[in-house]
């Protein structure tokens, strides 16, 4: 026994003008975008790498500039905060400038960890 053909055409899953979908532009706009973030992490983690792990969560130290440190008797003083450390307390920082790591990354915070340039003596 034969059966009649269906005049029914099955679905076609995708476009049949060649042209992308809405929904294929929202891929390949995030596709674009995860690219350019993982274009840019190795600059992100080249900048916090050298803070020790206790200081830094990855976002909590930043460059500060000499003006917002002073050199009083033995120690520096942070004009943000008031803060007053010994000199014998603040590690050397690598590159010459001064860091400071604070709860959060907010100037205004607490610091947690202060990095200095050699002194000139």
Known sequence: MTYPKSRRTPP???PRSGRATPHAAWHALGLALS???LALLPSLARAHEWYP???????DCYEIGPED??????????KAT??????DAVP?????????CSIQG????RTLCL?????AF
């Open 12 to 14: 076609f899953p995708g």
């Open 35 to 37: 690219l350019c973030a």
């Open 53 to 59: 792990a206790y200081c830094c969560s990855g976002q």
């Open 69 to 78: 440190v002073e050199f009083v008797g033995q120690g520096y003083f942070i």
């Open 82 to 87: 008031g803060e007053y450390y010994p000199r």
């Open 92 to 100: 050397e920082s690598p590159d010459g400038k001064f860091h400071r």
């Open 106 to 109: 907010k100037r205004e915070a």
């Open 115 to 119: 990095f200095a340039p050699t002194p």
